[in-house]
């Protein structure tokens, strides 16, 4: 087996990246349902509803916990990576982003010339527990379909 198949049928990497993908394709969803409109930069992007790195770490948590048991040494790193990914994004990331909305008030409210603020600040930048809590809850259900 070459190591790009090692790579490919390795569920410790394909879980979490499907989990990823999962929820960048329904973050994506959901906004084009509420706002009427496709967002194509939230492919990609980070914030909003589920969180893709909640999604991305618990993925790989219950990827390792079904495949190497609950005891297994990758499980307790995985759970360690978990809390500290996702308490970033709850509370590190959230005043971050209210940083963000500051600063997208201040500049928009002060006259500007052409060179000046040429783009204003990404209004999606962390996640609310609830969005934390979302991305974590698929994470899990995607290891659990997917392993």
Known sequence: MTVFEQIVTNKLITTPALAWMTAQLLKTLLDG??????????????????????????GLA?????????E?????????????VMYDAAGVRQAVDRQSEILTHLLSHVPKTHDEFDRFLE???GHTRLQVLGGALLGILVAALWV
């Open 123 to 125: 209004d999606l930048v």
């Open 62 to 70: 219950a990827a390792a916990a079904r495949i190497e048991g609950f």
């Open 33 to 58: 349902v509420r706002n009427r409109r496709f967002n194509p930069h939230l492919l990609l992007g980070s914030g909003g509803m589920p969180s893709a790195h909640s999604a991305f770490v618990c």
């Open 72 to 84: 297994s040494p990758h499980f307790a790193f995985a759970v360690a990576l978990a809390a500290i």
